[in-house]
Nanobody, 124 residues
Framework: VQLQASGGGLVQTGGSLRLSCAAS????????IAWFRQAPGKEREGVSY????????HYAESVKGRFTISRDNAKNTVSLQMNNLKPEDTAIYYC??????????????????WGRGTQVTVSS
């Protein structure tokens, strides 16, 4: 499975960005897809998760109400709509996936496949 994240950029506080994660390979076997982020000097943290089959979602408390994850199984993509962005959202964003049910949706150790990150920078 290969994952490619895109859509990052520079926005002002309060702005919006839409990230996209394109999957290729054994995409029909994917179960869980999630977004993580890592800011300089900080650990990687889970942002949002979606179950590819039933659409169940999870969000980190810090992004609830501002970020929305969605899937398009026909196009093998997962998107993350990010609204009302804050400077603390600045990080490299990664998408990750796994073929199996994950125990803790926003735990990075649960995921076997990772894409390259895309930089999101929110200016104050």
């Amino acid at each position: 499975v290969q994952l490619q994240a895109s859509g990052g950029g520079l926005v002002q506080t309060g702005g919006s960005l839409r990230l996209s994660c394109a999957a290729s390979g054994f995409t029909s076997d994917l179960y869980a897809i999630a977004w993580f982020r890592q800011a300089p000097g900080k650990e990687r943290e889970g942002v949002s998760y979606i179950n590819r089959n039933d659409g169940d979602t999870h969000y980190a408390e810090s992004v609830k109400g501002r970020f929305t994850i969605s899937r398009d199984n026909a196009k093998n993509t997962v998107s993350l709509q990010m609204n009302n962005l804050k400077p603390e959202d600045t990080a490299i964003y990664y998408c990750a996936a796994d073929l199996l049910r994950v125990g803790v949706p926003l735990d990075p150790s649960e995921y076997a496949y990772w894409g390259r990150g895309t930089q999101v920078t929110v200016s104050s």
